[in-house]
């Protein structure tokens, strides 16, 4: 009955953009009734929240079904003016103020927390994973905060971000911090439904996130950040308290550390016209190629992310010499311009439209925002290009050996290169899969190898390594399929390729 009337009333307009307009109002209309329905199962403290979070994704599902194709035309993309994107040695030069504790009081560190550890084999909280010397990524935080309160006699708050996935168990740790000085707050991402790909209705029956409904729910992106801060309450409370800027970054980036030299220039701008937002971007290189980039984009700074650039244009895109930088996802942002941006619906962000098969092999898709796509809704907005010390993030296990090696050197929580390092670079390292998680991982290293002079590492198949192992230059390691390589304790490998099968067996 309702596909007839959809044709009649298309057929009585004129062409194919009603009949797809009509289509799309039916179609709003059935997943206006099915939020509905799962509004009503909610139980009387959860009706608020949860309603706030329903009227969210109604918001975001309108925007998705007007927008069609790649949010971008290719031919007005511009590299960003000069002017824009400032070196970060010219904002060092400046130095700092004597009142540098009052600048750092008009701040809060915003973590992003809303990340499981499953990509590395672990459960819960990605956060909570030991990184070096027993220290999770969250302590680390804690000590860094920490330091500067102490250094400086300030009060920079820290903040979570969390999911409805990792809420619970980081409040549980949280009490280990009650005597640091640093007072931490929490608020939760949104927490939306996933859509059947194809009827573009929800998945979830009811509230519930547990049982088969533990699949049925998302939380949106990090571009969340902005209404679910705003709706926590948080945003107004540190206005009142007199704070000013947010800094925000990736719990797993460990070298997204409050940086003073910024701060002073977002608090005490030379041109005297302060920034509402600034990105810190850092130079692209082989490994970099799917960052997000600064352009130019009808006047304004504008974040492009992969998925939004035209399949044609995407070697373009990903090329190292006409887009030089990406960005680290380090974020300074006013607290006043989002309060405004927030109560006039002004911030417009892409929506990043992401697949994914359930367990059961249902085919959804959940729409979700990027926090630094909001740049073109901010007034006087600016990229810093930052050293490549300030982007290191801990991904994969590859990643985190890395960090666990004597490459760094750990002081209140800020791990820095160390200087027994005679070239800057961080080597390339591919672990295999035998490697990627966490456990698997640490069970094949009985310590940490020596990595101060290593360039490259690749080992795949089944690798240990012994005890005070050195690793220098180039190091190929490849034990075939049914082989195993057993490095021995002590071995000093140099520019060498180590394949086929070599057992050490206790005598």
Not at 139 to 166: A, G, R
């Amino acid at each position: 009955d309702r596909i007839v009337t959809w044709v009649l009333k298309a057929m009585s307009q004129d062409g194919a953009s009603q009949f797809q307009e009509v289509i799309r109002q039916e179609l709003e209309l059935s997943v206006k009734k099915e939020l509905e329905k799962i509004l009503t199962t909610a139980s009387s403290h959860e009706f608020e929240h949860t309603k706030k979070d329903l009227d969210g994704f109604r918001k975001l599902f309108h925007r998705f079904l007007q927008e069609k194709g790649p949010s971008v035309d290719w031919g007005k993309i511009q590299r960003p003016p000069e002017d824009s994107i400032q070196p970060y040695e010219k904002i060092k030069a400046r130095g700092l103020p004597d009142n540098i504790s009052s600048v750092l009081n008009k701040l809060v560190v915003v973590k992003l927390n809303g990340g499981l550890g499953t990509s590395m084999g672990c459960k819960g909280p990605k956060s909570l994973i030991g990184v070096r010397n027993e220290n999770t990524f969250l302590d680390l935080t804690v000590q860094q905060i920490e330091h500067l309160n102490k250094t400086y006699n300030t009060d920079v708050p820290l903040v979570l971000m969390n999911s409805f996935n990792t809420d619970e168990d980081t409040k549980k740790i949280l009490q280990k911090y009650n005597h640091c000085r640093v007072k931490i707050y929490t608020f939760n991402q949104s927490r939306y439904p996933r859509i059947n790909k194809e009827s573009l209705l929800p998945v979830a029956k009811d509230v519930s996130y547990s049982g088969e409904n533990t699949e049925a729910w998302y939380p949106p992106g990090h571009g969340d950040i902005y209404a679910s801060f705003y709706n926590s309450g948080l945003l107004d409370t540190f206005i009142g308290e007199g704070k000013e800027y947010i800094f925000v970054s990736n719990i797993d980036n460990l070298g997204a550390t409050v940086d003073l030299y910024i701060l002073n220039h977002l608090m005490n701008p030379p041109n005297g016209k302060r920034c509402e937002f600034v990105m810190e971007v850092t130079n692209k290189t082989r490994a970099d190629v799917k960052g997000g980039t600064l352009t130019q984009y009808e006047g304004k700074l504008r974040l492009v992310e992969i998925a939004q650039v035209p399949k044609a244009h995407v070697d373009e895109f990903k090329s190292v010499s006409k887009f030089k930088i990406f960005n680290t996802n380090n974020l300074w942002i006013s607290l006043a311009a989002v309060k405004r941006l927030q109560e006039q619906n002004a911030i417009d962000m892409e929506i990043i439209v992401n697949p994914k098969t359930l367990d059961g092999g249902l085919n959804v898709i959940q729409l979700e925002t990027a926090v630094g796509a909001a740049i073109k809704s901010f007034e006087n907005s600016l990229g810093i290009n930052v050293p490549r010390s300030r982007f290191l993030p801990v991904k994969t296990t590859s990643d985190l050996l890395l960090v666990m090696s004597n490459l760094y050197s750990l002081n209140a929580g800020s791990l820095t290169m160390s200087e027994k390092r005679e070239f800057p670079t961080v080597p390339l390292v591919k672990l295999g899969s035998s490697f990627t998680k966490v456990q698997d991982y640490l069970r094949r290293f009985e310590s940490i190898p020596d990595m101060l002079e290593l360039d490259h590492l690749t080992v795949s198949g089944d690798v240990t390594f012994g005890k005070n192992v050195s690793l220098k230059g180039t190091v190929i390691i490849i034990a075939n399929h049914g082989d195993r390589i057993d490095i021995p304790p002590g071995a000093v490998l140099e520019n060498k390729i180590v394949s086929g099968n070599l057992r050490i067996l206790d005598h």
